[in-house]
């Protein structure tokens, strides 16, 4: 049986870290980055234009201009399509993995075995994880911090009709202050009741 669970995460709540040991302890795919480079494939785009408008939201001035009517694709648009293409691929090529965030848990709604989670923690944790494992040299952690949480939200909001922080948008919705393993361990048991067995 496959499975696909799906994280969303607020800046510097350690989700990347989640998913990853998430994926490692379940020997299952692990999509991040990784999945930037299967869509460059997949979809013919250059990896570089990929990542340069990866989870960006349209500015209104994108479309300024443009005639009414207009059949017109931005690159954020193209390039976020071209992502929800693939995810939709990986679902129905029946392989088990964990993806991280571009609205995964939105364009895989209606798959039978999806578990999507909300990965959260106080923001001193935040500050702290940000600041020990992130370059924030000469900048203020907290607005670094709410900024990138604002354009999350702003992405997800946007291509999906849905609230990112919204606790009913997922199924689980986990304070990962309780440390990366015991995240993990959390989630496991969480998806063994969802799934019955993995």
Known sequence: ????????????????????????????????????????????LCIDFIKSNDEKKDSIFSFLGLPEGTNYLTASQRVSLAQFETIEKIAQSGES??????????????????????????IEERVKRATTYYDLQGKKPEDVIKKIDKKRANYYNYFTNRSWSSAE????????????????????EYAKIRLGKL
Do not use: W
């Open 97 to 122: 993995c964990v993806i991280i965030g571009r609205c995964a848990d939105y364009v895989l709604r209606n798959y039978k075995n999806l578990i999507s989670i909300f990965i959260y923690a106080p």
């Open 1 to 44: 049986m496959s499975y696909i669970i799906t994280i969303s995460r607020q800046y510097g709540s350690g989700g990347h870290y989640i998913g990853q040991e998430l994926a490692k302890k379940l020997n299952i795919g692990f999509y991040d980055n990784k999945l930037l480079e299967k869509v460059a494939a997949d979809s013919g």
């Open 169 to 188: 948008t997922y199924d689980l919705c986990l304070n990962s202050s309780i440390g990366i393993e015991k995240s993990v361990d959390v989630i496991i």
